[in-house]
Structures are given as C-alpha cells and as structure tokens.
C-alpha cells in the first residue's frame, strides 16, 4: 500500500498554473530526501524535482524555472508549484524518495495542460 497521497492535479489551458500536494504516512518525513515523478501517456515514470534537505533542490532541465519543491515537515506535505504549464507537462504526477521502493506509490494526481 502506497505511503504517500498525491492531490491538486487538474485540467489547465497551456500557461496556467497548479499547486500538487503529498501527504506522506511516514513519521520521519522530516529527514527524508523527497522527490516528484511523472508518467506521461506511453512513456517511462521519470524524476521531475527533488528535494534533498537543508534547501537542496534539484530540476530537471525541461521544469527549471517554471516549477518549484517544497515542504511543510509539520504537515508531512510535500508540494509542487508548477507555473507556465506546458502541453508536454501533462503526465500523472507522483511523489516519493529519490529511491523508492516497488510498493510504496501512491495512486498519483493527473495533470492534464491543453494547447
């Protein structure tokens, strides 16, 4: 059963804006590195941000300067901020540890941006 739960995904036109969740079940989310994925129609899940602590953040090339990772360690909410939405962002995006283990998804949030 999945450890975390995604939510905030929706249908937006091409330059709009959504704000993901997670909530994780983990009592030590505080301490642990955290990452968001993405599954795009017929693609592979890929690694889209992540957050390592201590104000460490990573993009990767195609989101940087559009979205941004966060935390609240109080509320074991993860969050992603995505800004200037783009056709190629739509995907069912997912959270999770930069390795996560096979049975630890959660049912993700689709994200669908229209041209």
């Known amino acids: 059963q999945g450890q975390f739960v995604e939510s905030g995904g929706g249908v937006v036109q091409a330059g709009g804006s959504l704000r993901l969740s997670c909530t994780a079940s983990?009592?030590?989310?505080?301490?642990?590195?955290m990452s968001w994925y993405r599954q795009a129609p017929g693609k592979q899940r890929e690694l889209v941000a992540s957050?390592?602590?201590?104000?460490?953040?990573r993009y990767i090339e195609s989101v940087k300067g559009r979205f941004t990772i966060s935390r609240d360690n109080a509320k074991r909410t993860l969050y992603l901020e995505m800004n200037k939405l783009k056709p190629d962002d739509t995907a069912v995006y997912y959270c999770n540890t930069p390795t996560p283990r096979p049975d630890s998804w959660g049912q993700g949030t689709q994200v669908t941006v229209s041209s």
């Open positions: 957050d390592l602590s201590q104000g460490v953040t």
């Open positions: 983990r009592s030590a989310f505080s301490i642990l590195a």
